[in-house]
């Protein structure tokens, strides 16, 4: 199995939602911080929400507030990303991503982690 395995993507019309999961190997299971992350088409890629897997504390970016909530399964190591009240701008390839650098805080700046997975499209329509 690859370290990272997204699945969940697909597509929604706006107000809608989508769950999408994260599957970690035993390689990943212990990584400190695990986030979700999306790039549109002609976009640079922007962190959306991430959880520190030592006490639960979760980050989110300003777009998605409120909006989305990211979760992991302790026993499984499994991360789900909930997205409601989806917008036509939150279509993108969504990507699961992960680093082992502990801290309890897990930025959402996408050059701090390195180890990703293949990613899962969204679509929104209006």
């Known amino acids: 199995r690859a370290v990272l395995e997204e699945s969940g993507g697909g597509s929604v019309q706006a107000g809608g939602s989508l769950r999408l999961s994260c599957a970690v190997s035993e390689f990943t299971f212990a990584l400190a911080c695990l986030g979700w992350f999306r790039q549109a088409p002609g976009k640079e890629r922007e962190g959306v929400a991430t959880?520190?897997?030592?006490?639960?504390?979760?980050y989110y970016s300003e777009s998605v507030k409120d909006r989305f909530t990211i979760s992991r399964d302790s026993a499984t190591g499994t991360v789900y990303l909930q997205m409601t009240s989806l917008k036509p701008e939150d279509a993108a390839m969504y990507y699961c991503?992960?680093?082992?650098?502990?801290?309890?805080?897990?930025?959402?700046?996408?050059?701090?982690?390195?180890?990703w997975g293949q990613g899962t499209q969204v679509t929104v329509s209006s």
């Open positions: 959880i520190y897997t030592g006490d639960g504390n979760t």
């Open positions: 991503a992960g680093r082992f650098v502990p801290g309890g805080y897990c930025p959402l700046e996408r050059d701090k982690y390195n180890y």
